[in-house]
């Protein structure tokens, strides 16, 4: 099939209205498909991210350790790392103890609080971390050069605001919540 020059190319999503349109006619075309897209560019991301991590023999929840970490510029407490991980402090144990033995961490009285451990990624951490980070974010990069840096800039901007939609209805007391 020709594509006619002012139309844009169709792509799976287009298919997937189509074929919902009959049978859904009230269905709203274009809010199909930004969400449909969405999730589908997500599962991509999730799956090349999860081969990726395979590569580097890193498991999701030790990539995200080490990355909690990263974050906190290389070093936390335990409890730290569970709230920013929404896990149980047991949780966060178990995990230490796999990236310690791997190298990636050590784990240290405090010298300020003898009850306190410190976290810290070793340089085999921040390269395992780095090297991670790097093939994801090269993908990312990849998929959004399709766009010319203002339209990305574009883009980021119209899902903040769909983004600060979402986050109002999970407000206690936002639209749709009881007192809201």
């Known amino acids: 099939m020709r594509q006619n020059r002012s139309e844009p190319a169709r792509d799976r999503v287009d298919a997937h209205v189509d074929r919902w349109l009959p049978v859904l006619p009230e269905l709203d075309r274009d809010v199909e498909g930004a969400v449909t897209r969405m999730q589908f560019l997500t599962k991509h991301l999730r799956r090349f991210k999860e081969q990726w991590l395979v590569d580097f ?88 050069g399709a766009l010319a840096p203002q339209e990305r800039r574009q883009l980021s901007d119209l899902l903040r605001r769909v983004m600060l939609a979402a986050e109002e209805r999970e407000q206690p007391g936002g639209p749709g919540e009881p007192g809201g």
Do not use: K, N
């Not at 890193?58 to 070093?75: K, M, P, V």
């Not at 409890?79 to 402090?89: M, N, T, V, W, Y």
């Not at 300020?112 to 085999?124: K, P, S």
């Not at 971390?129 to 974010?137: K, S």
């Open 57 to 144: 023999d890193l498991q999701q929840h030790e990539y995200d350790t080490l990355h909690a970490l990263a974050g906190r510029r290389g070093a936390a407490r335990p409890g730290e790392l569970a709230d920013d991980l929404a896990i149980a402090p047991a949780s966060v144990t178990g995990r230490l103890e796999t990236l310690e033995r791997r190298g990636l961490i050590v784990r240290t009285q405090s010298t300020g609080d003898r009850r306190r451990v410190d976290v810290e990624l070793t340089e085999a951490g921040w390269q395992a971390w780095r090297e991670a980070i790097g093939g994801v974010g090269r993908e990312e990069h990849r998929l959004l």
